[in-house]
């Protein structure tokens, strides 16, 4: 593994790790987060084991860690384009056990990191954007990530202040990506974006609609959930394409750390 790769992989553990403690000290006691099997439109199986207790909300899953490890093989031009690339294949990579376990436990906690950790993912391509408009500026990097983590504080405002700090990072990234591909992008680019706009409207919608889904025979089994999960992995996917067709800084930092 590259220098880069690591520090990236380092950087993301390590901050999702941070956030894993923040939730478990009560700092974010009085947010609301849903808990329980009656959320989700999939009935629990009896006899399986609580990790496999939705089997198709559980194995879903396994989708993000295998495009993180898909991404994070993938090559990129330099050391600055492979930590951005390699930080992002990260986030996927840990996003899969983190959904896993909200599954598994039902806990609090649990709830409370995924929904935490959803908002630096979707600031990320803010981030590579800025990259490729102003290069290698890694304090503003760090404080578009800090922002997108002090935002999660919506949450203990008002009983929706996840879904508006959600909402608001979806329409940062989209503005974001759709000004790179103006300023950097390519006819391959644009379709990249519209699919991952089309998966991220697919991620959103069936997600809400879980329950009323399930009226459809189509959904009962594979529920609007499941279906949600797999947008996202496709929305990350794409993402990814659309990000790496972009071209880079005219003139790169030189190759050397990541600081």
């Known amino acids: ?8 992989l380092l950087h993301v553990a390590v901050t999702t790790c941070l956030c894993a403690a ?3 000290t009560g700092a974010f006691a009085g947010a609301f987060v849903q808990v329980g099997y009656e959320h989700y ?4 199986v009896a006899g399986l084991p609580g990790c496999l207790a939705m089997p198709f909300n559980s194995l879903v899953n396994l989708a993000y860690v295998l495009l993180g490890l898909h991404w994070l093989r993938r090559r990129a031009g330099g050391p600055r384009l492979r930590y951005l690339k390699d930080a992002f294949a990260s986030m996927a990579l840990l996003y899969g056990p983190v959904q896993w376990l909200r599954i598994s436990t039902q806990a609090r906690p649990a709830a409370l990191l995924d929904q935490w950790v959803t908002l630096p993912i979707f600031a990320w391509p ?5 990259y490729l408009d102003w290069g290698w500026r890694p304090r503003l990097f760090l404080a578009v990530e800090g922002l997108a983590l002090s935002s999660y504080g919506l949450a203990l405002l008002h009983p929706c202040g996840f ?3 959600l909402g608001a990072h979806i329409a940062a990234a989209l503005g974001q990506a759709l000004r790179a591909h103006r300023r950097h992008g390519s006819a391959s680019s644009g379709t990249y974006l519209a699919l991952a706009m089309l998966c991220c409207l697919g ?10 889904l399930a009226q459809w025979y189509l959904f009962r089994r594979l529920t609007g959930h499941f279906w949600s999960k797999v947008c996202d992995v496709l929305q990350f996917h794409f993402a990814f394409l659309f990000l790496m067709s972009l071209n880079p800084p005219p003139n790169p930092s030189p190759a050397g750390k990541v600081q």
């Not at 590259?2 to 990236?8: K, T, Y």
């Not at 439109?41 to 629990?44: D, M, T």
């Not at 991620?203 to 009323?212: A, I, M, Q, S, T």
């Open 1 to 8: 593994m590259q220098p880069e790769s690591a520090q990236a």
């Open 22 to 24: 923040a939730t478990h």
């Open 41 to 44: 439109a999939e009935a629990p």
């Open 163 to 165: 879904e508006v700090a």
């Open 126 to 130: 803010v981030v590579w954007g800025l």
């Open 203 to 212: 991620f959103v919608g069936l997600k809400l609609y879980d329950h009323e």
